[in-house]
């Protein structure tokens, strides 16, 4: 009964701010409020597409899942004022009859002169692994943004998967500071689920966004916001 009472009570509260907090102060609850990000440019990679589907899982392939996380990430860096470029769009302008190649995609990519590149790819392996894992190369500011990205997917996923350094083709190849975020297992069938349910995949890139918008906003961060869980009422698209 005292319970039901304190739940009343916070319900009464949580009303009565809603209806008086002028919007401005509500609005400074969440970080893509306002322009943190303006001026910047970030490249999203969804990962294969077209003629190469990637890894297949029970139910999708990897090339879906890729942009359908990529879309969703493009959404949370506009709405902090960046300018966000994929190098694939739902129509895929990767031909369809020609062997997709990496290299024109690098090319591409540089030419963007980007401050960032995110990578989005799903995992494969045996079927009990799982979780999210930030991969990273040598280029200056790469470590400590996978690492942040790592962190906020560490926080959402409770993955114990950690940060890691690897040789791949387009970290290596990355003029800008670059990540590849391996948002899941698709080999495994539970995480494929998830990986298919669009609110676990813009919860997931919202993570995802944190994490760089962290690492852009360096020394400048308010620590309360460190971590926060995304704003509900911008989970349902319309
Ligand atoms: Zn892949």
């Known amino acids: 009964m005292k319970r039901a009472r304190a739940v009343f009570t916070v319900l009464l509260v949580s009303i009565f701010c809603l209806a008086v907090v002028p919007p401005l102060v509500q609005a400074q609850q969440f ?21 190469d589907p990637g890894a297949h899982g029970k139910r999708a392939a990897e090339d879906l899942i890729n942009l359908e996380n990529a879309l969703a990430l493009k959404e949370w860096f506009q709405r902090a004022g960046a300018r966000v470029l994929l190098t ?12 997709y190649r990496v290299r024109d995609r690098m090319m591409w990519i ?21 979780g999210p894992q930030t991969f990273y190369w040598d280029g200056p500011g790469s470590y400590h943004l996978a690492h942040d990205v790592q962190e906020e997917l560490q926080y959402f996923t409770h993955t114990r998967r950690k940060v890691t350094r690897i040789d791949q083709y387009v ?12 948002i899941g297992f698709i080999s495994n069938p539970k995480e494929e689920e998830q990986l298919l349910n669009p609110e676990y995949q813009r919860n997931l890139s919202w993570y995802i966004f944190v994490g ?6 360096k020394g400048r961060w308010p620590q309360n916001l460190l971590q926060t869980p995304p704003p509900t009422h911008l989970l349902v698209r319309d």
């Open 88 to 99: 694939r769009s739902p129509l895929s302008d990767v031909p369809k009859n020609k062997k």
């Open 171 to 182: 970290l290596r190849h990355a003029d800008m500071p670059a990540i590849n975020v391996e």
């Open 212 to 217: 760089t918008e962290r690492w852009f906003l």
């Open 31 to 51: 970080p893509m409020a306002g322009d943190l990000l303006a001026g910047r440019l970030v490249v999203i990679d969804p990962g294969h597409g077209g003629y």
């Open 110 to 130: 540089n030419h963007t002169h980007a401050d960032v590149l995110i990578d989005i790819h799903c995992n494969a392996g045996a079927r009990a692994y799982h």
